[in-house]
């Protein structure tokens, strides 16, 4: 599975944006997704993850109630990452990531990453 990460951008306090993820290969449809941020001298933390079918959804407490994880996968192998309320702590390199385990939040459990996209949330 190859991950392509895309949208991140300078937004304000307050605004909102919405990260894709374009996966390639069959075997979408079986892998778990997540979305891991790292800002720098920290890092990499869990954000969201979503089950294979979409039906289960995790989330950092941190972002319950402003971000919202989905994916579609008979269309077009996305996820996306919805990120509402956005705070200039959210600041970071958001990388999407692939798991064959259940919606796990350690970076360890996922297989494969993708490289990236940076969000900055600034006035």
């Known amino acids: 599975v190859q991950l392509q990460a895309s949208g991140g951008g300078l937004v304000q306090p307050g605004g909102s944006l919405r990260l894709s993820c374009e996966a390639s290969?069959?075997?979408?449809?079986?892998?778990?997704m997540g979305w891991f941020r790292q800002a720098p001298g920290k890092e990499r933390e869990f954000v969201a993850a979503i089950s294979w079918g979409g039906a289960t959804a995790d989330y950092a407490g941190f972002v319950k109630g402003r971000f919202a994880i989905s994916r579609d996968n008979a269309k077009n192998n996305m996820v996306y990452l919805r990120m509402n309320s956005l705070k200039p702590e959210d600041t970071a390199v958001y990388y999407c990531?692939?798991?064959?385990?259940?919606?796990?939040?350690?970076?360890?459990?996922?297989?494969?990453w993708g490289q990236g996209t940076q969000v900055t949330v600034s006035s």
């Open positions: 290969g069959r075997a979408f449809s079986t892998y778990g």
């Open positions: 990531a692939a798991t064959r385990a259940f919606i796990p939040s350690t970076p360890g459990q996922y297989e494969y």
